[in-house]
Structure formats: C-alpha cells, structure tokens
C-alpha cells in the first residue's frame, strides 16, 4: 500500500515536471484540484472533557524531517501526534496538563504549536509554552517556558498562542495575542528556552497598535525577519502586518493594508510563499485573500494580487507543489491557489468551523482537522480529514506519454551504450 502511495505521488509531480523536461505540450494538473483522501479517527483521551469527541482544536503544524502532524486538541487535553507516512494517529503528548477547552479561547490550551530547534512546543492558556524532547515517537516533558509578563496591568494569565521559528538565529516569536490592555509577543532563545524580549503591541516605540490581538507569524529567509498578522491596527481599518527583526525586537516596518487600498480584511493567517511572497488569509468574510511582497518597492510593500476567498485563520503552503490552502471556517470550504501563476483553482468541502490547515512538505497531502457535530458530513465525531492531489484525465494521457517516452528514451540510451561497448 505505502510503495502504492509512493508512485501515486511520483507520477502527480512528474505530470508537470517530466512534460516539461521532455518537450510535451503544458497540460493543467488537475481538473479538481484536490479531493479528500482518507480521515483520521483521533482517539478519545483520558482528559477529555467534549464527550469523547472531538470538537474543540486550535493551529496544527507539519515536521517535515520526521512527516509528523501535530493539533493543538482541547476537547483531548493534548497535543496530538499523526503520522503523514501511513496516516495514522500515533500519540497524544502532555494529556491534562494543558488548560483544555475553558469557556473561552483566550485562557484554553493547548494554543500554538511548531517543531523549534528539535523540540515540540505548544502554547498553553496560563501564559506558558509547554516544551517536550522527543526521539521517534517518544515525547518527554521537558521544563516549560513563562510568557506571562509583569508587571501588572499586563494580563499574565491567557493564552501564549500562535509562532513561528528563526532556525539561522534559533529565535522563536510567540504571541501572547489576548493579553490586556494589549497583546504582545516574546522573542524567545530557543537554545536556552528563555525569553530575550517582549514586545508590547500598543502603538508606541514605533509598534502597532494592535487593538484586534496578533494572529499567524512567519519567518522571511531571504532577509531574516519575522512578519506578523496584525488583525486591526488602532479602532478601525483592515488590520496589516508588523515586521520584526528576530535578534533586536526592532518593529521595522508596519503594513497597513488601508495603504494599499484594502478597506476589509482582518488578517489572521499567514505563511510564505514563493521568493518574498506572503499569503495573508482575511479572517471578514466577504473579503479577499491577498498576495503581498513586504520587500518590494523600496521596502513599501505591494499588493500583488487578490483571490475571492476569504474567512480565513490558519493557511499553508506547499512548496513541492506550489500550492497555497486557506481555510473559511463559516463556509466550510478549504481554498486552493497555485503559487506558480497565481490562480486561484477552486475549493473543496471542509465542514463549518474547520479553521486549521499543514501540508506535509514530503506527500503533499493536506490535512483539516474537522470539528463533530451536524454540520460535518465528512466525520460526525470529528477527525482529521486529509486532501490530496487528483490528476485530471488528460494528465492521465500525458503520463503516459511521458512514461513512454522516457522508456524509449533510457532504451535507446541503453542501446548506444552498447554499440559504444562492442
């Protein structure tokens, strides 16, 4: 089954790479661009508290080194751990020891979660990011990180929530996005797991004045900045993105998307593309979801393009397919963008809610956790669902004229070495 799999994937990612390498004619990929593969039954934990389903989950994160999957679970208590190879549920990690799913979000664990300088961290309701070392699939607890920050009247008892990972610095950001009277974020030395510096989001020392929390983060290899979703800037307007430099804490740039003439958006996800692309996903419905460059012109910034979609908290991109995934939770619908010409393909049925998307950089399948209840025809107790690339039948012919062309071609390769020999 899994060698299966392995060919399927291979012969997906040659209908455009080997046409291309042997002069064949360009063929779109897919006709429906993706369509659900498996789901993924999540076990009902000792700790959860949701009725033995699985209703309550935050952001999910791919490993690509190891092709784990890890969800930030509430309704379980947990962190809990897939496996992309054989798509299959392998562990949950650090049941009851987070918040869980509380009356609200703002104080509800686990939050945030990523892979930093080979540890699994996830954000917890109380202020803290829970750290575990792990070898396989085996997870030990290690001592947690405080974000919480006095003194008062900063809040220092909600959530430490969405990151993202410098590997060239070992800095982590981490957004403590509902603290009161304002968020903020941590830059975190992720070799010695303490907090280098906290940036107060509250307008003044250059910052935005992020009325609305803090939402998705990312980091920028080519210029070593972190940029983040700042979902509205003082009382009004579409929100923008912050930029931070990871080793100063320096805000060096605020976009405000009301200067590139965007009157709604509210951004919440975020995640690079190709080159200096960013993909900002608008949480208000009805909106856009919006390609940016914050390097071009000078350093302004530019709007590159807008897709109708929108809705949006968590989005992903694959960088082996060239795909962007943004989620709209209201409609229930995941949205699928190709990053090499920049067109939007259509989208495919989710369920209500379902606000979290990764792809697994190896596979490139996708995988939406999906919330139980009526409205998920897919799962009614909830699961992971996961989406993966469809050929379209005119990609089926190119195969296979592919196939027997680089036949011929290593035939008549064969042949000559021989000739060359005799």
Not at 129 to 146: K, L
Not at 184 to 189: A, D, Q, R
Request: proline share 6%; with cysteine.
């Amino acid at each position: 089954m899994h060698k299966l799999r392995g060919l399927r994937r291979g012969l997906l990612r040659c209908a455009i790479g080997c046409a291309g390498a042997i002069g064949i004619g360009s063929v779109p990929a897919f006709a429906v661009p993706y369509s659900l593969l498996t789901t993924i039954s999540i076990p009902v934990s000792s700790a959860n508290t949701t009725g033995g389903e699985l209703t309550a989950f935050d952001i999910s994160y791919f490993d690509g080194n190891t092709q784990t999957y890890y969800l930030s679970d509430r309704s379980n208590n947990a962190v809990d751990v897939l496996s992309a190879a054989t798509n299959s549920f392998i562990t949950h990690v650090g049941t009851g020891t987070f918040s869980g799913a509380q009356s609200s979000p703002d104080i509800s664990g686990p939050d945030g979660v990523m892979v930093a300088n080979g540890q699994l961290w996830a954000g917890n309701g109380d202020s803290t990011v829970h750290v575990y070392n792990f070898t396989g699939n085996t997870y030990t607890a290690a001592p947690s990180i405080s974000t919480g920050m006095p003194p008062t009247p900063v809040s220092t008892t909600k959530r430490s929530d969405e990151m993202a990972y410098d590997p060239t610095d070992k800095v982590a950001i981490v957004a403590n996005d509902a603290a009161t009277p304002s968020p903020y974020v941590n830059l975190i030395n992720a070799t010695t797991n303490t907090v280098t510096k906290q940036i107060v989001m509250n307008g003044s020392g250059g910052t935005p004045n992020a009325t609305g929390g803090i939402e998705q983060s990312v980091w920028m290899p080519s210029n070593d900045m972190f940029y983040v979703s700042i979902p509205q800037i003082g009382t009004s307007g579409p929100g923008g993105i912050a930029e931070i430099n990871p080793l100063t804490g320096a805000v060096v740039n605020i976009y405000n998307l009301a200067s590139f003439g965007i009157s709604s958006c509210s951004p919440a996800g975020l995640v690079k593309g190709n080159g200096n692309q960013l993909l900002i996903g608008c949480a208000n419905a009805g909106t856009q979801t919006i390609l940016f460059d914050p390097t071009a012109n000078g350093n302004g910034g530019a709007v590159l393009k807008t897709f109708d979609f929108s809705g949006s908290d968590e989005v992903a991109f694959d960088a082996a397919n060239n795909m962007f995934f943004v989620t709209d939770s209201a409609a229930g619908l995941l949205g699928i963008i190709n990053g090499m010409n920049d067109t939007f393909l259509g989208s495919v049925a989710t369920a209500t809610g379902a606000h979290s998307v990764a792809v697994d950089p190896v596979s490139g399948e996708v995988f939406v956790p999906l919330g139980a209840g009526p409205n998920n025809k897919i799962c009614s107790g909830g699961c992971v669902a996961v989406y993966a690339p469809v050929p379209e039948p005119s990609s089926l012919t190119l195969l296979a004229a592919a196939g027997i062309m680089l036949v011929g071609t290593a035939t008549a390769t064969r042949r000559r070495r021989r000739d060359k020999t005799h």
